[in-house]
């Protein structure tokens, strides 16, 4: 616990608010953030009530949709309301996505009507696309302004907006046609006019684009905003680079439980953190959550149990077969996790393009060769050597290095292949991916084993 913290529960303890309030008054968001986290329910209700308007409005904007659905439970209707209104409307749309149908409807209907408009506009936008995580508190230009004129008005609507470092100009209809930095207008003269320092050439989204490109736009030409637009080139609001975090956040979380075989976790996430949902969730709610991908798994360990069984007379003849399978299959199951991760991130930071895969499965394809290789020689050599002391064959270390060179050959290759099959099957390849080249990878192994021992074993069979 912090020192801060302690100080805070110290004071909280001896009911001491008036110290308290000028204590967390005096301290920087982000330390009152870091407090919250180690604080009761209880215990962060009373906090956050005993912060200044501003402050405390700051706070709740940072923190995430979980710690603000509870902190609302604590408030009176007459707060909340107050809290709503105040927010920023992509931040209190992303806040409704999170809350009951029937809450946010009435929350909805205590907002101010230009509050309420913002708030159904971007409403109006399907989920996970820009329009849905675009702000409507933007601040325009006009290209006949002189510098002054741009300035005055930065200062009057500053307050007022989400960001004034990218400044983006636009017609009377509101059409996008130039961006300057804030920079850029206090370096020029103050009789200059914005047309004259604008940049005509604007990166964009539209309202329907996905929020994970958007974000992956936004971090590739590290940009502090984006401006989106409809379908007629009007700027409509943009996004900034905190929210294409967040969007980049929330995507690799959700692609990480997916491919670990926690898909459920990301459909429950609406009405509930998907972190909370699997650690602080009932033992029901997990195990329906972590079950349903584990069954293949499973049903591909029994068939690869009858496959062992069918090789029972030269596992009976030589006993230290059995010794190298766990190193086989762990081998074969790493290089298949790195490939298929490889993949799945490639794909989504636009490194791989399925349309050149091809291309990308080949050079996959030597990396597991050359992975295999090493690790069978490398295997091997050390096998044979200790034959000389143990007893078993050593003929056995060519079993063993061969079904390594191709085991991994294999599991390098079906890293692209199956997630490459399931996207071009319109099936989310993250969710299958793994537990389909587990079970491939395990068989095909087991298999490859047995057929080199049998191989070169053949003569102690007889």
Known sequence: MSELTQTICSYLTSKDFDALSNLLNNSEDHEILAVLDELS???QAVVYR??????????????DTSSQQKLLKAFTEDKVIEMMDELPPDDRVRLFDELPAIVTKRLLASLSAEERKATNIIMGYGQETAGREMTTEYLALKKDMSVREALEKIRKLAPEVETIYTLYVTTRSRKLEGVLSLRELLMAELDDHIADIMHDSVVSASTGDDQEKVAQTMQKLDLLALPVVDKENRLVGIITVDDAMDI???????????????ASAVVKGKESNRSELLIRGSLWSIWKVRLPFLLITLTAGFAAALLVEGFEEILST???????????????GNVGTQSSTTFARGVALG??????????????LAVGLNLGLTSGILSAAIIAIASMWLDFPMVLSAAVGLTLVVTMTLAASLGFLVPYALIRLNIDQAAGSAPIITSIKDIAGILIYFAFASLFLSHLLY
């Open 41 to 43: 329910s209880d215990e």
């Open 50 to 63: 005993l912060l200044s308007k501003e402050k405390a409005l700051q706070v709740f904007e940072h923190l």
């Open 248 to 262: 980049l956040e929330e995507e690799a979380t959700e692609d990480m439980l997916i491919s670990s075989g926690l």
């Open 318 to 332: 030589v006993v230290a077969i059995a010794f190298f399978l766990p190193l086989i299959m762990d081998m074969g």
């Open 351 to 364: 490194h791989v393009q399925v349309k050149d895969f091809f291309k990308h499965f080949m050079k996959e």
